[in-house]
């Protein structure tokens, strides 16, 4: 059973996106717990409580169970009022009214529903379409959905109802007469309680926006998983807010990220998959490190403690930051040139330009200052546990043709595991650049992913 607002997303699609904010979860976590808690408190005040509860629940059932009849008779009132009432098969005779009779657009429908036998408890009501004098019998087909609890389809049932008196009685303020508008649906509502699926959490790495991650996110929740992206800290919503406020991310260090990233991991229910690009794959391995995740992805993953190849192109794709000592505490935006070179090399210069249009952001110089200098800081934020055992598997991915992080660098990185057992595999792309998450070939990466977790049964 289905029954939502027309151009309006279904409620648990729109719920399970909203709730991978991790402090809208937690915000919701303390109001439930408070709300609960206060009806306890009530409950527990009243002795009959249970008693007049199940009498409050036995007035609703009734009501519910002859909720056709309720229909058919405020059918009745608002023609005896001068209304004029339309029962629409479907969707498309909804709207169709609406613009025949009101000048309506399908978003101005408030009300749509279908009458489902098992809901309304009986054989399916007889519910007239009426319009212009003529009357129609129309037998709603029955529609029942395994695996949902049939309350739970009544007390939508209720809601629609209500939102069907209201748009008549918006309809009879605004024009004199008022129109009920109930349709039929073939969409499934989506149970909110079934398994979401593992998450999966995108690191973005400098210069991207956490949006650049919008069509891995939409792969991966096909593919079953429940994927979010988060900014880095302090990260504008947006591309166009990020390029307005670059102050906002400056001065931000690795450890600065990753913290900010465990922290949103903890909020979740359960370990996540952690894919991360470029410094987002060096935050990923970091994570892994400290035994957070189910598993790691590292993209390209910026150089760690211990990796010693230094490209002469890495150092020229590094040098809009590090070229100024006096960058260290600012956010440094990169040139559409110094793009094409540090992440579109291996793209059409039509392609390059696009993506720097797109997804390009300002971005705090300082982790790029740690990496450079980790092998002589004997603290080095830069710094991974490369040895542990006990940590979820690590796939690193280069693109053989990256100039920021070139191949020889990711293959450096590979060897610092040695000493472990844990799984650490390394996939190559052939002639893939740095822009390897965000260009035309991004599925291609993004499927030789889904594979490999399916591979370790994640």
């Not at 608002?78 to 969707?91: C, E, I, K, M, Y």
């Not at 024009?175 to 509502?189: D, F, K, M, V």
């Not at 465990?262 to 370990?271: D, M, N, Q, T, W």
């Not at 002639?431 to 994640?458: C, K, P, Y």
Request: hydrophobic residues 40%.
């Amino acid at each position: 059973m289905s029954a939502t607002f027309v151009g309006m997303p279904a409620f648990p699609a729109a719920a399970r996106e909203a709730l991978a904010d991790t402090q809208l979860r937690r915000n919701l976590a303390h109001a439930t717990g408070t709300i609960r808690a206060k009806r306890a408190a009530v409950v527990g005040e009243v002795a009959e409580w249970e008693e007049l509860r199940l009498a409050g629940a036995a007035i609703k059932d009734n009501t519910l169970r002859r909720l056709d009849e309720h229909l058919l008779t405020l059918e009745a009132a608002l023609q005896a009022g001068g209304a004029t009432v339309h029962w629409a098969r479907d969707a498309q005779e909804a709207c169709d009214m609406g613009r025949a009779d009101f000048g309506f657009e399908p978003a101005d429908l408030l009300g749509q529903r279908r009458l489902a036998d098992e809901e309304l408890g009986g054989g399916p009501p007889e519910v007239q379409f009426v319009g212009d004098g003529d009357e129609v019998p129309h037998q709603p087909e029955v529609e029942v959905h395994a695996g949902l609890p049939a309350r739970r389809g009544v007390r939508q049932c209720a809601n629609d109802a209500t939102a069907a008196i209201d748009s008549y009685t918006t309809g009879l303020g605004r024009r004199g007469r008022g129109s009920c508008w109930l349709r039929e649906s073939s969409h499934q509502l989506e149970d909110p309680m079934a398994d979401p699926g593992t998450p999966v959490v995108f690191i973005h790495g400098l210069w991207l926006h956490a949006t650049s991650w919008t069509p891995w996110i939409d792969h991966f929740r096909a593919a079953g998983y429940a994927p979010i992206a988060p900014g880095w800290p302090h990260e504008p919503e947006t591309v166009e807010q990020a390029r307005a406020n670059p102050d906002a991310v400056a001065d931000i260090s690795i450890d600065d990220a990753t913290g900010h990233y465990a922290s949103i991991i903890e909020g979740l229910e359960r370990p996540p998959v952690i894919i991360g690009h470029s410094f987002g794959g060096l935050i990923t391995e970091k994570l892994l490190g400290q035994g957070i995740g189910l598993a790691g992805v590292a993209i390209d993953p910026a150089q760690i403690k211990g990796v010693l190849p230094l490209p002469l192109a890495q150092l020229r794709a590094g040098l809009p930051a590090l070229g100024n000592p006096a960058n260290l505490h600012r956010a440094v935006s990169l040139t559409e040139k110094e793009f094409r070179f540090g992440f579109g090399n291996a793209l059409t210069d039509e392609e390059s330009s696009e993506l720097y249009r797109r997804w390009t952001i300002p971005s705090p110089a300082r982790p790029l200052f740690q990496a450079a200098a980790a092998n002589f800081v004997m603290h080095s934020q830069a710094k991974v546990d490369t040895h542990r055992e006990d940590r979820g598997p690590l796939l690193l991915i280069s693109g053989t043709a990256d100039h920021t992080v070139p191949d020889v660098v990711t293959r450096s990185t590979l060897k610092q595991y040695r000493d472990s057992t844990a799984v650490t595999e390394l996939k190559q792309f052939e002639g893939r650049g740095h822009s390897l998450t965000v260009d035309s070939g991004w599925r291609e990466v993004a499927d030789s992913v889904l594979g490999w977790l399916r591979e370790h049964g994640i």
